[in-house]
């Protein structure tokens, strides 16, 4: 089995600066250009699944002969505040509940949640215990709602500068095999890996256990230009491992987002393939 090629969608307007290749007005109309473009899947930004009917999604990307390579959640952080690790339980306990809404479209379109920046930050004085225990607590209640209806559950290391103690590839490994659940995965990301990890091939190896979803973006969020980053070391780890799940485009949609898109599949076709 070879590995399955998506990009980042959102289907509303955002500032260019968000790392999310293929945008449109619905995500019937990403759809329509992933298949066209030859992508396996694509990759929805989902603030609030009350927005929008599971069966209908489904039935687009059955149209378009396409999966649905993850349920990203970094939008309800960004435009709503809601964060596993805030202050108020209040709003902790209504992400984990968002959160279990994603995991039932997630269901839906067999797919998997992906949690990065819905993760929160760190408050002042708070210590990186301290972190690590609120966010415990906060997965192991989505985690146990991810195990009762089979949804994967993966999480994503953030660099140094966007976010908080789980940094590096090992020091997010760690956290999720103290839960010992096969449906808590990870998300490995080049962006937060150059930064991170000085090995990055070792570092991928680290996760190989847990890898469903491999994110491939150069430094500043862009695509690849093989200046910055031997991504090519990267694509040999995975093909040696025979890594067959997902490697998604995540890059700002530059010089336009068709360009983007198109570029980025041709990469990996040629650096992953």
């Not at 509940?97 to 949640?113: I, T, Y």
């Not at 930050?121 to 301290?130: A, F, I, L």
């Not at 949609?253 to 393939?273: A, D, E, I, K």
């Amino acid at each position: 089995m070879a590995m399955k090629f998506s990009v980042c969608t959102v289907d509303r307007p955002l500032e260019a600066v968000s790392p999310f290749p293929l945008r449109g007005t619905s995500y019937e109309e990403c759809a329509i250009v992933a298949e066209n473009l030859g992508y396996d899947g694509i990759e929805l930004q989902i603030q609030d699944p009350a927005q929008y009917n599971p069966k209908e999604l489904k039935a687009t990307l059955d149209r378009h002969n396409l999966g649905c390579s993850a349920i990203t959640t970094g939008l309800a952080y960004l435009y709503e505040g809601m964060s596993m690790t805030h202050p108020d339980k209040k709003v902790r306990m209504a992400t984990v509940e968002r959160l279990h809404r994603q995991l039932d479209l997630a269901k839906e379109l067999n797919s998997q949640v992906l949690v990065g920046y819905l993760r929160g930050r760190k408050q002042p004085g708070m210590s990186d215990e301290e972190f690590e225990d609120i966010l415990t607590d906060s997965v192991a209640r989505t985690l146990e709602y991810a195990v009762e209806i089979q949804c994967p559950f993966v999480m994503e290391q953030i660099n140094r500068n966007d976010g908080d103690v789980f940094c590096s590839t090992e020091r997010t490994m760690t956290f999720l095999e103290k839960f010992n659940c096969d449906l808590l995965l990870y998300n490995g990301d080049t962006y937060h890996m150059i930064t991170e990890d000085p090995d990055v091939p070792g570092a991928i190896r680290r996760s190989l256990g847990k890898l469903v979803l491999f994110h491939v973006s150069d430094t500043g969020r862009l695509l690849p230009d093989d200046k910055h980053f031997n991504f090519h070391e990267a694509a040999k780890v995975l093909k040696e491992a025979n890594y067959d799940k997902w490697v998604s485009i995540e890059a700002k949609p530059w010089p336009t987002s068709y360009q983007c898109s198109r570029t980025g599949l041709n990469y990996l076709r040629r650096v992953f393939g």
